[in-house]
């Protein structure tokens, strides 16, 4: 008769579980400076895999091209608009900084647009060339440490672009490693959420993959589209800075705010101007630009992934709220993830209603 196993005494197991957790908390503090560009890199790669699969059945499954068309075509979303602005921003530093060091009273803006405002606008004008000429060594001599904080704060800035160029780089690396590797990678995680929760855990891995998906063919694909035709009509009406209106249009888009914001404004600019037929032209265009969302978005989700709208939008609105622009795809995977496996924990139940809620029925 064999011996009996003897079990595992509580000091053993205890300190089993801390040496764990002491490997795991070491091992995220070894990879915490590239976390960020890892979670964006998987980000991405599960949100254009589709795109990615498509370039690679055109290209007769060769996968080394595709993924080189895919490593051009996201430097070229990513890589370039940081490159482009921080030119313009060290350019527009640069004429900043001179215009601060050598500021007198010949380089204080006379403000003439007053001029243009009705009633009020002539003495607000009168009352701004008095006060440069009563008070502006006084006014010299206050601003002075406030133009040096400036400066340096717009330095500041500006090194933030070498940082967000390194994790650029770091995060397209990332993608690349993903591209190569993705459905071992996926296969490993499906794995291991089998290990933990069996159907589960393989389910949430799915969903989040999904949601994923479904948020970047109903939020990003519809921003990209909003700001695009918004940005068409601010160039077509001639706006000045169109270019730049159109990138904040995007993120406007991002966040549900929608390109109304911006256009609606500029429409009033052009009546005010005196362009009536080009105001009302772009009046009729932001109408159409911001109702895109409510044909393209709902379309667009449902393909993705079978998920409530209003469970995917809360989790987009809440996750940018509380984590900025990566909240925007953790916010609905978390969401969707959360709300399915506890209605699949629900419907276990096999609730069966008694005679009391039958009455009341």
């Not at 009546?271 to 895109?292: N, P, R, V």
């Not at 969302?293 to 609105?317: H, Q």
Request: glycine content about 8%; charged content about 10%.
């Amino acid at each position: 008769m064999d011996a009996m196993k003897q079990p595992r005494d509580l000091p053993q197991t205890l300190f089993s579980i801390i040496m764990i957790l002491t490997l795991l908390c070491c091992a995220l503090w070894l990879l915490h400076p590239f976390l960020l560009s890892v979670v964006w890199a998987g980000l991405i790669v599960i949100a254009t895999w589709p795109l990615y699969m498509l370039v690679k059945r055109r290209l007769n499954g060769r996968k080394g091209a595709a993924i080189a068309v895919m490593m051009v075509f996201l430097s070229v979303i990513f890589l370039v608009p940081i490159i482009f602005s921080a030119g313009m921003l060290s350019l527009a530093m640069e004429k900043a900084l001179n215009w601060l060091m050598h500021i007198d009273r010949q380089h204080l803006p006379t403000f003439d647009f007053l001029l243009n405002i009705p009633h009020i606008g002539a003495r607000l004008h009168d009352a701004w060339l008095h006060f440069l000429a009563t008070h502006s060594a006084n006014f010299f001599a206050t601003m002075k440490p406030w133009i040096v904080k400036v400066a340096f704060m717009m330095l500041k800035e500006l090194s933030q672009f070498g940082a967000l160029f390194v994790n650029g780089i770091l995060m397209l690396a990332a993608c690349l490693v993903f591209y190569l590797h993705g459905k071992t990678i996926a296969k490993g995680l499906r794995q291991f959420a089998w290990r933990i929760a069996r159907e589960r855990g393989d389910l949430a891995i799915t969903l989040a993959g999904k949601t994923v998906q479904a948020v970047a063919m109903g939020v990003v694909l519809t921003a990209v589209i909003q700001s695009a035709v918004a940005g068409l009509g601010l160039f077509v009406c001639q706006i000045p800075s169109s270019a730049l209106l159109t990138g904040i249009i995007f993120m406007l888009c991002l966040m549900q705010l929608g390109p109304v914001i911006i256009m609606l404004p500029a429409a009033v600019w052009l009546f005010y101007s005196g362009h009536h037929w080009t105001g009302s032209l772009l009046l009729i265009w932001t109408f159409i630009a911001g109702s895109l969302d409510n044909i393209l978005k709902p379309m667009l989700i449902k393909r993705g992934a079978d998920t409530s709208l209003l469970l995917i939008m809360t989790g987009v609105i809440g996750g940018m709220l509380t984590w900025g622009m990566i909240g925007l795809m953790i916010g609905p995977v978390l969401l969707a993830v959360s709300w399915k496996l506890l209605a699949s924990w629900v419907s276990e139940a096999n609730y069966q209603p008694g005679i009391t809620t039958k009455e009341l029925s």
